[in-house]
């Protein structure tokens, strides 16, 4: 039995139609400064690994504020000075970590909302409109590019596939 991988999965959806990432992020774990750093460097992650636009969707917004978090995202400062109050090899990490990926996460698309009372799925569309316009400016002609260079590699596999019969044919067959 063979597990289908989600980069696989995201890159059929990708080649077919515009495609974005949707990734939840817990808001009341997200209020810890080290579980969000979890959260963006695994979000980071994947969306460096597939090169997908990817929209971040702050669930349970009805139980915690997500404010804070996106804050977060855009100004490191504010993560920082949180992070002083702290002590300890994970507040460090955090902080250093911060700086660090700050480029890749704070981008991105988020919503805040909340699937339990429905709160916030109107922005959630509008994010991923924005996150379609991005696949169509920045994926799709990366897409169309690997296409074209998979065409020339293949007909260049298919000339010297030719030329090999060619020359087996010019000996009288094939050497036995």
Known sequence: QRRVHGQLISEAFASTFPTCLLFVGDTPRCVNPQTFMSTMMYSSSIMFKTQLPLLLAMNKVDVADADKVVRWMKDTEELCEVLRDSKGYAATLTESLSLFVNEYYS??????????????????????????????????????????????????????????????????????
């Open 107 to 176: 981008g991105l698309e988020v919503a805040k909302v909340s699937a339990l009372s429905g709160l916030g799925f109107d922005l959630l569309d509008d994010a991923l409109e924005k996150c379609k316009v991005q696949y169509m400016s920045e994926y799709f002609p990366l897409l169309k590019e690997r296409q074209r260079a998979e065409e020339i590699r293949e007909k260049k596999r298919q000339q010297a596939d030719i030329g090999r019969h060619a020359k087996d044919a010019a000996r009288g067959g094939l050497d036995e």
